[in-house]
């Protein structure tokens, strides 16, 4: 095909893919070209990432492109989860392997962290959730050992990391940066003062670059081992709801909520200014950094996690059911059953899901799931019912209604999920593009390049190249009075703070 090849790396929580992207002007054509599942390891008594066979998955993905590209990519771009981060020596050396975000070392360091500055103005300052997972408690779970390890060790977040070994550069980009709760988000930098919460020397923390910048250029070695031509390497939107966001096809001036749809569910609003109150403090709702320099006001909520790890131990079992089947099974169930919080921490940590789940229904007195059907029906259920009390959530930050949902990214092929969503918020839900995140970077790289400048631009290419899917509310009478029971239940039963 003709046009310009780009590659994107999208590592996600679960699994990660490389794209080939093909931009002709107008349209982009995506191919996945490799994919591999991203496993956590435990290793004594922590859980860490992969972090070489992850870099090994990478290059198999880039050697895999050459036959497509004729040569090399016109350039490429990694983008990661969020909030997790490597540690480089002086020598260019990995000090060990890098942290899972899920590790139980976190939650200890974070309640250290809060008795050094109450969380009201933590949150003031960073305009971020307190999660256990944020950077800034791992960092202090880290502790001396990583401050005493001398002043040339830098800090990398994971995107920066495979960036660095692949071209040399070390910088932290913006997008990534900005989940880690380190940075003042009126800034857009580093925030000093929380800097200084931390053992760490101030060296650790590289500068910040903006999205869409080139970085450099494939190592040699790297492009000798491929057989390839060195090609151009871009920081694009780094962190992969940034990249997600970026994909989204609305009409210009549209009024609408986002969901990123992965491991996580993000739902949120760009805004070109942090909303940091009391009110979005209490409804625990994050600013994050968007591609454009915009904010993302998003909030983190535990999303299909809930039924991955469902199924992982149902695998363990001996049951191994595909996404397809779950999703057959739970529109065969019974409606409006049984409800959880999905933002619950307790459901943070890999563990015994269906009984989590069981346990929090017995807690709050409602009907418990007895077969695998029930309990994916109750996720899903109560997935939708979080987004639409997400979705309201926003609207009293912002003041005033939005008129649609977009839903983006692997979460909306489970239809079931994009069509309760619309019955339960009554708003239309436009879904697609599935693949949002490698599709936002690519759209970044082209900017990079000088072939698109803006985000209307990125638009049209998005709509003309990815029709999405529309869902119309149905049946919203029965679903209004659903939610109102999803509230109550969920009222007495909610989490921290
Ligand atoms: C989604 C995501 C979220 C982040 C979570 C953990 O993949 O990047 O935005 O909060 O992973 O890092």
Redesign the pocket.
Known sequence: KNGLHMLAVDF??SSGRTVLGTYNGSRLAVEEIHRFSNDPVRLGGSLHWDFLRLFHEMLQGIRACKPFTAGAPASLAVD?????YGLVDGRGRLLGNPYH?RDSRNEPAMRRVLNRIPEEELYRRTGIQT?S?NTLFQLEAEGEAASQAGEDVRMLFMPDLFRYYLCGEISAEYTIAS?SGLLDPQLRGWDEEVLALLPHPRAMFPSIVMPGTTAGSLRAALAEELQMSSFPVVAAAS???ASAVVSVPAQAGGSYAFI?C???S?MGVETEQPVITEQSRKLAF?N?GGADGRIRL?K?IM?LWLLQECRRYWELEGETLTFGDMQAMAAGEEAAAAYVDPEDPVFLAPGNMPERIRSRCRQTGQPVPQTKSQMIRCIVESLAMKFSQTLHEIEELLGRRLDAVHMVGGGIRNRLLCQLTANITGRCVIAGPVEATAVGSLLMQAKARGELHTRDEMRQVVLASFPPDLYSPEDTGRWQEAYARYRKINANAHHSE
């Open positions: 996600g929580a990661t989860w969020g909030v997790d975000y999660q997972i989940t962190h992969d709801t990123s992965g491991t996580w993000l994050t994050e998003q983190n999303g």
